[in-house]
C-alpha cells in the first residue's frame, strides 16, 4: 500500500471513529469519556483484532489489512456502502469496493439506458461482461437474450471466440479484434485484484488467436473507435462507440453507440421501430440465428 494511502486510510478511520456514539454499537457509554465517539480499543474489540494492530493502522503505519478483515472494521464502524467503497480502495482492494446502491444505481442505468433509445447502449464491466443493455444493443447483432447459455457466455470476447456468427456479424475486422484483446490487456493492468481473472484469461487462451493476440503485449484505452455490423435485421451498420465511466461504480463502463453516417442513423430508427412494434420478433425468426452454443 502506498504511504499516501496508507495515510489517507488512517485518516479516514479516525473520521468514522469519531462520528460514532457507543450506544450507536450497543456499549454502553460510561461517565468518564473523554473522546467524541469511539475508542480505538472499542473498534478493535467489535472487529474482533488485536487492539496494537488496529492502532497500528490508524497511525499509517505498513499494516497490510486482509479484505475479511476490512469488512470487519467496515461493519464495526458502520459503514454505508460508498464508504465501504472507499475503504476497500484506499486499502489496496478496488475490485472488492462494494457499488453503492446497487439497486438504485441500477434502475437508473436502465433508465438511462432506454432513454438513449435508438442509439444502441450497454454497461459493462472491466472484463467486458454485460451488466445491462437497452433494446437497440440487444438486437445489434441478433437477440443477445438468445445468446447466453450462462451468465459465463454473456461476454462479448467470448461470445467473438465461441460463435463464428458473431465474428461474421462484426464483418470479420481483425483490426477490432486486435483492440479488443488489448483494451482487455489495459483493463487487466487496472484492476489486477478481481478474483475471476484467473478463471477468465484460462478458458480465453483455449483458443490460439487469443493467446497470440494478449501475448503480443499491446495494451490500449479505448477511446471513440468506428465498428461496423452487419445486423440482420436493417443492413450494414457503421457506428462510433464512445465509452464513459459510470461514477457510481468506475469498474463499469457505458458505451454508447453513435450512427457514423446518416444511412446508419436511419436504420438505427428503422430497428427501433421494429422492436418498439414487436415485428423484430418475425423479422428474428426468419433471420440466421445466432444462439448460445
Known sequence: MAVISRAELAAFLRSRRDRLRPEDVGLPRGA???????????????????????????????????????????????????????????????ARAASPGVGAMDARLRETLDALSPLPAMV??????????????????????????SPADANCTVQSLR????????????????????KLRTAFAEVPDDP????????????????QAWDSGEVMREATTRKVFDNPYVGRLELYAVGLAVMEDRRLTLTVFQPADAVTRSRLEHLDELIRSGAIDALAARAPRLRAV
Open 32 to 94: 468518564r469519556r473523554r473522546v467524541p465517539g469511539l475508542r480505538r480499543e472499542e473498534v478493535a474489540v467489535l472487529a474482533h483484532v488485536g487492539t496494537t494492530w488496529y492502532a497500528w493502522l490508524e497511525q499509517g503505519r505498513d499494516v497490510h489489512p486482509s479484505e475479511e478483515v476490512l469488512a470487519a472494521i467496515a461493519d464495526a464502524l458502520l459503514l454505508r456502502s460508498e464508504e465501504r467503497a472507499h475503504l476497500f480502495r484506499l486499502a489496496g482492494y478496488p
Open 124 to 149: 459493462a464491466d472491466a472484463l467486458g461482461y454485460w451488466h445491462s443493455f437497452n433494446a437497440g444493443y440487444r438486437y445489434l447483432i441478433a437477440d443477445a437474450h438468445a445468446l447466453v447459455g
Open 163 to 182: 460463435n463464428p456468427a458473431w465474428r461474421r456479424a462484426l464483418a470479420d475486422d481483425p483490426h477490432y479484434w486486435r483492440l479488443h484483446v488489448a
Open 196 to 211: 475471476r481473472w484467473p478463471a477468465f484469461l484460462e478458458r480465453l487462451r483455449e483458443w490460439e488467436e487469443f493467446a
